[in-house]
């Protein structure tokens, strides 16, 4: 579970959205990747403007729960390429569907539909990323940390704010 995060957005009639995504680290800093063409990005970006999100994780074998607010950065465009061709063939392929036919998350007739038109998809040779493969940084603006396993019963809650001064940490009521 460590390497998964839940991402909540906002959608454009307010809707609120969440998923599971993989929480990638990439050296020091945490990432998602994403086709650009998923609602998912759209409720993270409009043209050049970043929106704010906010992630959710459990940890079940130590009973931790991490929440943020993050900032988002894109990921430089070489980092995505190469991180790409770690990929399966399938979600490989898909992302080229995306890009040529239609939009990640929008309706098929059937899923063997699907996979007859997946077959028959043109693909580049070599096989590298398409242009709507993407990803960005998560800067965090707060961090909260619930710990379940207290022997006294008692939930620890934390948070740490981002301020000018540094990080500030609060004990919070469980
Ligand atoms: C364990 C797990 C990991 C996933 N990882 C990713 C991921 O890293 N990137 C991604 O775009 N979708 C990932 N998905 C699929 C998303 O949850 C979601 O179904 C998809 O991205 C479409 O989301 P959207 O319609 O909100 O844009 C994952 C799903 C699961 C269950």
């Not at 957005?9 to 929480?23: E, I, K, S």
């Not at 970043?50 to 130590?62: D, G, K, N, T, V």
Request: aromatic share 8%.
């Amino acid at each position: 579970m460590a390497a998964l995060c839940v991402l909540a957005t906002v959608d454009a009639n307010g809707w609120p959205q969440a998923r599971t995504l993989v929480l990638r680290d990439l050296g020091l800093r945490l990432a998602l990747f994403m086709s650009a063409t998923s609602p998912k990005f759209s409720e993270l970006s409009s043209g050049s403007a970043l929106h704010r999100a906010s992630i959710c994780l459990y940890l079940p074998s130590i009973q931790v729960q991490y929440r943020a607010h993050v900032d988002l950065e894109p990921v430089e465009a070489s980092l995505i390429a190469e991180s790409w061709q770690l990929r399966p063939r399938m979600p490989k392929v898909l992302d080229w569907f995306y890009t040529q036919r239609q939009r990640q998350s929008s309706e098929v007739s059937s899923r063997a539909n699907l996979l007859q038109a997946l077959q028959s998809l043109p693909l580049p040779e070599p096989l590298v990323a398409p242009e709507t493969a993407r990803g960005f940084y998560l800067e965090l603006h707060d961090l909260e940390r619930l710990d379940l396993a207290q022997p006294d019963g008692l939930h620890d809650r934390v948070r740490w704010a981002r301020s000018a001064g540094g990080w500030k940490l609060s004990t919070l009521l469980p």
